[in-house]
């Protein structure tokens, strides 16, 4: 019989009653360390006060109002979004997905305005996750997410992840957008290199075609920089946020510059739930903290001492990890033993950390995870190691 729940899970036999900071507590008061975050959604850890007072005191004045209207907490998000990046307009969207979806229409849109309808392709990567809508796993074409789900979304043309003469061959009039994760994460915490992005900015140009980031999980001050593509000094057109920029309550956005946003005029797009007061008071909240330099500097040195000790981790136990990889707190421990016989025994060490492609563990803690906490990681991260060292002689 099939349960109540759609069983598109494979779930741990686990179950969380409360959240304080990095931890996951279960009803008989079992204490977890939470290294996953919610996906990287749990920025500032779990019942941060900051925000829990941000969304109680928005609960209690006003929950919804329809985008007929004017949001002043999603006019502040935007002010607050536009200030702080490349962008000059933001839509707000509930979750990765729905900006994935809007990403698409604006590059589509931008072309059919310019008279060159044509020009409808995007290209994207390899290993790549933009989703699970028909436009979200078209654009990532894996056969594990598109398998039974055609006839696809067209207009996606897939190239390896790297190859630089596969994209240059791929480029042409038809091509609307390049749209790609600084650092990928679903698929292995694979960082794309600064020269490469700098590249995909100077081929973008070079042709007219826009440059989408999704930085939905390595955007938010996950890197060290409130987004990824900082790091490289070079900026998209059009720029897919969730996850972080909640903190835990849904809300996604796209960012824009002027000239990409520039078909998306009155009656194009809209969203029923996106934008509202609550999900926009918790975001102002969350901008209030991640996006200041003291913050930022504080991940750095944060994601500094926790690499330092993962390096040691894998050192210690060579046939259970290969290598460590990945930026800022978006860290990945490349497997030698099956990745998911790591997590397990990470929950058995009450440890919590996520799977990857690629046979890699992401580790996405909190932003504001503190000293004693890393140490505390790297201690039960190394007995889950040693159980499975253990098993293996
Ligand atoms: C999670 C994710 C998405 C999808 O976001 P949802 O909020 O799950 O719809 C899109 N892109 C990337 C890079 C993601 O990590």
New binding site residues.
Partial sequence: MIPSILPTYSRAPLSFVKGEGSWLIEADGSRYLDLGAG??VNVLGHANPALVDALTHQAQTLWHVSNLYNIPQQQALADRLVEATFADTVFFT???????ELAVKMARKYWYEKGQPERTEIITFDG??????SA?IAAAGSEKMVKGFGPLLPGFVHLPFGDHDALRAATTQTTAAILI?PV???GGIRVVPDQCLKGLRDLCDTHGILLIF?????GMGRTGKLFAHEWAGVTPDIM?V??GIGGGF?L?AVLATEAAASGMVAGTHGSTYGGNPLACAVGCAVMDIVATDAFLDGVNRRAGLLRQKLEGLVASHPQVFESVRGAGLMLGLKCRALNSDVVKAGYAAHVLTVPAADNVVRLLPPLNITEDEIAEAIARLDKAASALDQANT
């Fill in positions: 996906i990287a509930n979750s990765g997905t729905e900006a994935c790549s996750f933009h989703g699970r809508s979200g994760e990928q994460g679903e999704d930085e939905v999980q390595c897919m969730a996850k849904p996604g």
